[in-house]
């Protein structure tokens, strides 16, 4: 392969790679911080792509759409529509057990998924929405424009990247970490379960509406194929889990690795004869769900695992000592 | 009124009786494991292959070349529980849910690859419908499959209370520790659940392709449907599956009829949509079924 093609793959493989990893952050927040079973990231996924291309496309006559507003705003309005699905979906079903509230979520995914193909007057059915904008388009075409959207696809990971991170170090982190390990617990020192379920319930599915529009605008054109859930919701979810959930890093070595993976053996592949290379991508399906099998078998924590952030005590004055001594006194048994 | 009966009851019982063998195998699942088995749509889909085969190798009769389908289906569902499922059955059931997942991507991906992502039919050509009493015109397919299911109920209900193996099966659903303490194995009660549930999944896979045609994703489209019926019946209660199954179909198909006006009450393509709303129904108001199943 050339110097041209290489950086042509990086490319892609920065901005795909970028959406997985904040689709994973997405789902680290429900899974790994909340213990929440989402098998329906597809289905935000979507509501989140077709709410962006609606607003930011070029008008176009069959359906909806073609505001032609900026872009900006279409990824604002995708986090808001996808969070609000969310919302309605969390506030009947996130207090089901983990295996109920798993099954209700592939029928959400569903139905997002037939309303999507059914409302033609909205999605325009299976012919798809065209013309959807990438940013600075005006200004900067061809290949440089491809570099502009790694960049915009990177910030918008780094910045869900932080405010994931200061999620989980807030109190409101910690209290749905407790929860999610012993709810019981969580419950009789008087944390609301439900409504600190619904809250990360909401922000994971905002999450995943931006991934979505990112990457409607990624192919400027989008159609219910968009969102397969094999591609979507599966790959995310062995990337989570092969990754270590729970902590964001490894939400985002995961998405990166497996992705490396998952486009390196498409290289590969793609050699061989036509009839060969559609079967070997269901070889490559297989061998995924595979890994997921192993890593769940072998290394349940994930490469990186999920590590408690250390204690801290701002007033004490620092030394080792000290803080043996704090945790003496806070660990010592009490009576009831 | 006729035609009521020949365009909507009886299909909607031959859809019921599809439903209904696949929701059995996951409430007993459920019941016995403890864990919501994700992949058993795709072990229907892959016994509706195997079958295939045979009837293109053999040039059988679809039902007569069942048995092929049924032995490729409990072979993977027993290779599944040894490889991914009995490793994590000391964990939080969870774990064994996202395999179960994995391994309902697994065994399509197989299929894609084996019998290839085109649709398949085990038969071509139109039939006729068979005319009852000149005025009913069913279609002998969803006679069939009423009637096989019918029969495969009473079976299995046979099986579950006279059978020594049947009746330790109901033992480890309602008290695993009772039943081991009273020396059940509980090894050989799972391998006992996968086999009727795998059988009776491919059983059902068969005749949803027989009535329309066989593709890579019928199973996995079946599958919320089937969840519907095992929670609506109660869950380790397979003749609650059963009748949740029927229930399910003759809500699915009925919902469609023009009850008010001359338009369906809801739009076919959301059909579906339906036994999700149902479903999340029983879970908010009778989580333990109609049959007082048990509770996760």
């Known amino acids: 392969m050339d110097l041209y093609g290489l950086t042509q793959y990086l490319v892609s493989f920065l901005i795909a790679g970028g959406i997985y990893a904040l689709l994973c952050l997405a789902l680290n927040v429900q899974w790994g911080y909340g213990g929440l079973f989402n098998a329906g990231v597809a289905g935000f996924f979507a509501v989140g792509a077709y709410t962006s291309a609606i607003l930011t496309a070029a008008p176009a006559t069959g359906h909806v759409g073609g505001f032609a507003l900026p872009i900006p705003l279409g990824l604002l309005a995708a986090a808001l529509v996808a969070g609000a699905t969310g919302w309605a979906v969390a506030r009947i079903c996130v207090r089901l057990k983990s295996d109920y509230l798993a099954i209700a979520s592939i029928g959400i995914a569903e139905i997002l998924r037939l309303s999507i193909i059914n409302e033609q007057w909205l999605t325009n059915g299976s012919l798809g929405i065209a013309n959807i904008p990438r940013p600075l388009e005006a200004w900067i075409t061809g290949e440089a424009s491809s570099w502009v959207f790694v960049v915009v696809v990177w910030s918008v990971v780094g910045a869900s990247w932080w405010f994931c991170n200061r999620l989980y170090d807030s109190p409101w982190g910690r209290a749905l970490r407790a929860i999610r390990d012993n709810e019981e617990a969580a419950h009789a020192v008087g944390k609301d379960v439900n409504a600190l379920r619904l809250q990360t319930y909401v922000i994971g599915c905002a999450l995943m509406g931006v991934a979505g529009a990112l990457s409607a605008h990624h192919f400027k054109f989008l159609s219910p194929a968009a969102s397969d859930p094999t591609l979507v919701t599966f790959l995310v979810w062995v990337m989570l889990v092969a990754g270590g959930s729970g902590n964001n890093r490894g939400a985002v070595t995961g998405a990166l690795v497996v992705w490396g993976i998952w486009s390196l053996t498409e290289i590969l592949t793609s050699r061989l004869p036509p009839d060969w290379t559609a079967r070997s991508s269901y070889l490559r399906m297989f061998l995924v769900g595979l890994l997921l099998q192993f890593v769940l078998q072998r290394y349940r924590r994930g490469l990186v695992p999920e590590r408690s952030p250390p204690l801290r005590f701002a007033e004490l004055p620092a030394g080792l000592d000290a803080i043996n001594e704090t945790s003496r006194i806070h660990n010592k048994p009490r009576s009831p | ?296």
Request: proline share 5%; net charge positive.
């Open chain 2, 1 to 296: 009124m006729i035609q009521f009966i020949n365009f909507y009851l009886i299909p909607a019982l031959a859809l019921g009786s599809i439903y209904a063998l696949g929701a059995v195998g996951i409430s007993m699942i459920f019941g016995i494991l403890r864990f919501s088995h994700f992949a058993h749509g795709d072990v229907m889909t892959l016994g509706a292959y195997g079958t295939l085969s045979a009837v293109w190798a053999f040039g059988w009769h679809p039902l007569a070349a069942l048995p092929f389908g049924i032995a490729l289906a409990v072979a993977a569902a027993l290779v599944a529980d040894r490889a991914f499922y009995r490793p994590l059955r000391k964990l939080p059931t969870i774990y064994a849910v996202i395999a179960s997942f994995g391994v309902a991507l697994m065994i399509r991906s197989l299929v894609q690859l084996f019998w290839g992502p085109q649709n398949q039919v085990f038969k071509s050509g139109v039939r006729a419908p068979l005319v009852l009493f000149d005025t009913f015109r069913v279609s002998s397919l969803h006679l069939q499959a009423i009637g096989i299911t019918l029969a495969l109920a009473l079976a299995l209900h046979w099986f579950l209370s006279r059978t020594r193996t049947g009746r330790s099966m109901r033992a480890v659903s309602d008290d695993p520790d009772l039943a081991s303490i009273a020396g059940l194995e509980p090894e050989r009660v799972i391998r006992a659940t996968w086999i009727i549930g795998a059988t009776l999944a491919a059983t059902a896979g068969v005749l949803a392709g027989m009535d329309t045609q066989v593709h890579a994703n019928m199973g996995w489209n079946l599958l919320l449907a089937m969840f519907a019926s095992a929670l609506l019946g109660g869950i380790g209660k397979p003749m609650g599956a059963v009748a949740g199954g029927f229930l399910i179909g003759l809500i699915e198909e009925l919902s469609t009829y023009p009850w008010i006006g001359s338009e369906p009450l809801v739009s076919p393509s959301y059909k579906s949509a339906l036994a999700f709303g149902i479903m999340v129904l029983i879970l908010l108001l009778r989580p333990q079924g109609l049959m007082r199943g048990r509770l996760l």
